[in-house]
């Protein structure tokens, strides 16, 4: 997995990019199909207490997107991080309904033929 890292006009502490880093390897073995992964830090508008991280992942076929607003940096990434997780649980299940539906047609395709015969 691919992991990128932007800090949009400012530069992080090292803390906070190794707590990026590392929430962001979290979902690796959480969920293998993960091809890429963004993260994005920057401040909401002209408030430079109001702290957004924006977490990108790219797996086949679609890209998944949480942004979370907060007055830290880390509570902002564990926040989207959360979100991120809640839409991985759901399109694992979306893809597993639809391998088991494949499944069950390759099955009666190979018992009408056997019937057939």
Not at 63 to 86: C, H, P, Q, T
Request: net charge positive.
């Amino acid at each position: 997995m691919d992991i990128h890292f932007t800090a949009r006009k400012f530069k992080p502490h090292q803390a906070i990019r190794d707590h990026a880093l590392a929430t962001i390897k979290k979902l690796d073995k959480y969920f293998d199909g993960i091809v890429r992964s963004d993260i994005i830090l920057s401040f909401e508008g002209k408030d430079p207490s109001l702290k957004t991280a924006e977490i990108n992942v790219h797996v086949f076929g679609s890209v998944l997107i949480a942004k979370e607003r907060s007055d830290e940096f880390l509570k902002s990434i564990d926040m989207a991080l959360e979100k991120i997780e809640r839409q991985l649980d759901k399109y694992k299940a979306k893809h597993r309904a639809k391998n088991k539906k494949t499944l069950r047609k390759i099955k009666e395709v190979d018992v009408v033929e056997q019937i057939e015969e």
